[in-house]
């Protein structure tokens, strides 16, 4: 089997975890493990399971210099991302979740433009306007009246903040990730992340009854802190040594489908018009905002 085969089946295997998550993370909140419990679970897990395999990369140090850029990435990408996503996944639905969470790379391009002033075209610009269009109507007009969603559209907002969260740690992280090793980058990114985790989670981390906690509940956990969050990175990092970023990013539009095909697969969600025409906007919306031009061809 070819390396570029391999990778593929990385980023295959690495879409099909995050898309099945949004359902499996949602099957033990709030019963066996309030969301902030949760958060603590995936930061500690990550942070043993990342110094575990950095004895197989390089020994590296932390510039003092970089000391704050690393500290603004745990609290963007590790902190207020995690918990924004998970309080939100909490009161929302996993077809809701699935479909916000791929506004990222618009919420990248946002802030590109904002913070570093790189230029957007036009159809960029048409892209954004499409993709909050439809992320608008998930906010506004996509409330149901659920027992395991008790604040709907609270939950979608924190959602989209989640990727306001996590758009702002890319562009914050790019020159430590091109410096550092990525185990030595996330080992330290984790650590950090516990730390700014614990004041919110500590309560609901020791509530958790470990005793009682049925299988099917800790299989859920344990998928999440292994595959979402451990092996999703690793299966990226691969893939993108031996696959271009467009095509990887390309898979950004498959998470969603899995994730909405998962949900109503296994009752946890319904599919409804205002759902299936705010997606289809946030997906056209992404597309239309990350493709690049033709060679040749200047942006307008």
Request: include cysteine; glycine fraction near 8%; charge should be positive.
């Amino acid at each position: 089997m070819s390396k570029r085969t391999l990778a593929l089946l990385a980023a295959i295997g690495a879409t099909i975890i995050y898309g099945l998550n949004h359902t499996i993370a949602k099957g033990v909140m709030p019963e066996v493990v309030k969301p902030y419990g949760f958060i603590m679970l995936r930061v500690i897990g990550a942070t043993v399971l990342f110094w575990g395999i950095s004895v197989f990369g390089p020994k590296e140090r932390i510039a003092k210099k970089d000391y704050l850029r690393m500290l603004l990435c745990a609290v963007l990408g590790m902190g207020f991302n995690m918990l924004a996503f998970f309080k939100g996944l909490d009161l929302s639905t996993p077809i809701n979740s699935a479909v916000l969470i791929t506004l990222t790379p618009i919420i990248v391009l946002i802030l590109s433009a904002i913070l570093i002033k790189e230029r957007i075209s036009k159809s960029k610009i048409f892209g954004i306007f499409i993709g909050l269009l439809g992320a608008l109507g998930l906010l506004l007009l996509g409330a149901e009246i659920r027992q395991d969603a008790p604040n709907i559209p609270m939950g979608n907002a924190l959602i989209i903040l989640n990727a306001i969260f996590y758009g702002s740690y890319l562009i914050v992280a790019k020159t430590l990730i091109q410096k550092y090793h990525p185990f030595t980058f996330m080992k330290w990114l984790f650590t950090l992340g516990i730390l700014i985790c614990l004041p919110f989670g500590y309560d609901e981390l020791i509530e958790i009854q470990w005793g009682t906690m049925p299988f099917q509940a800790a299989w859920k956990i344990l998928f999440v802190v292994v595959g979402t969050t451990f092996l999703t990175y690793l299966f990226n990092i691969y893939a993108l040594t031996q696959l271009k970023a467009s095509t990887l990013s390309a898979f950004v539009y498959v998470q969603p489908l899995l994730g909405i095909l998962f949900a109503v697969a296994m009752g946890k969600d319904t599919l409804t018009g205002i759902k299936i025409v705010s997606a289809s906007l946030v997906l056209l919306g992404v597309y239309l905002a990350s493709r690049r031009p033709k060679p040749g061809l200047r942006a307008s």
